[in-house]
């Protein structure tokens, strides 16, 4: 059964200590997302790969988070220094690249700075 | 830029009860509408969409019919269950106005909690 793996399911870190989340999404799919949930904002869209180039990360703070695909199956969100305001679901999702709309979610990264 | 709005929640039913989630839409071009839904502790997954103007989109016992007069994709189901607890979202992409883009713009949620 196919499916998006991110890791880590949950992190507890301190104020300014980095933060590395990674996603492996579905084998054959060319389009990757990172998603952002908090109860205040709802779903963020923080960046999107189309075959492991980055097309929009137009709403990712750049002073302190980046995206990068190194290879096609593996997709990593860092923040480094990491603020509590930073506090969220972190989601990957991944799709065919066939403009459907449907994407698959991974299970995401709860991420809590404290 | 397009946005979703939908209804706040929580939402608290009976089983069996009658369910109906409104969605409206704001968008330039012609976008394809989605309901997505996300169970707890999981992703968010695919429940149904329509790609145009008075499609119905239907999944597991929900509906939902793309209405461009009213900019609406309200979700309905005649009769839930307590399985059916979970959090829906309203969502749009339309990549001929987002420069190609395949994003999905989510509205924030609707919590959908059915007691039996």
């Known amino acids: 059964d196919a499916r998006v793996t991110q890791t880590p399911r949950h992190k507890v870190t301190e104020m300014g200590q980095e933060v590395t989340m990674r996603c492996q999404p579905i084998?054959?799919?060319?389009?990757v997302f990172w998603y952002r949930q908090t109860m205040m904002q709802g779903l963020e869209l923080l960046a999107y790969?189309?075959?492991?180039?980055?097309?929009?990360d137009s709403g990712m703070p750049k002073d302190r988070f980046s995206a990068e695909m190194p290879d096609a199956t593996l997709a990593t969100l860092k923040i480094q220094p990491s603020e509590p305001r930073d506090s969220a679901v972190y989601f990957c999702?991944?799709?065919?690249?066939?403009?459907?709309?449907?994407?698959?979610f991974g299970e995401g990264s709860r991420l809590t700075v404290l | 830029g397009d946005s979703v709005t939908q209804m706040e929640g929580p939402v608290t039913l009976s089983e069996e009860a009658f369910l109906t989630i409104n969605c409206t839409y704001t968008?330039?071009?012609?976008?394809?509408l989605f309901w997505y839904v996300q169970y707890p502790g999981e992703g968010l997954q695919l429940l149904l969409k329509?790609?145009?103007?008075?499609d119905k989109g239907s999944n597991k016992g929900f509906e939902a019919t793309y209405r461009k007069e009213t900019t609406s994709f309200h979700l309905e189901k005649g009769s839930v269950q307590v399985s059916d607890s979970a959090v829906y979202f309203c969502?749009?992409?339309?990549?001929?106005?987002?420069?190609?883009?395949?994003?999905?713009?989510f509205g924030k949620g609707t919590k959908l909690t059915v007691n039996p």
């Open positions: 999702a991944s799709g065919r690249g066939l403009f459907s709309g449907e994407l698959f």
């Open positions: 084998l054959g799919h060319n389009t």
């Open positions: 968008a330039t071009g012609y976008p394809s």
């Open positions: 790969f189309r075959n492991r180039a980055p097309l929009d």
């Open positions: 969502a749009l992409t339309d990549p001929r106005t987002q420069g190609g883009s395949e994003k999905l713009v």
């Open positions: 329509a790609t145009k103007a008075d």
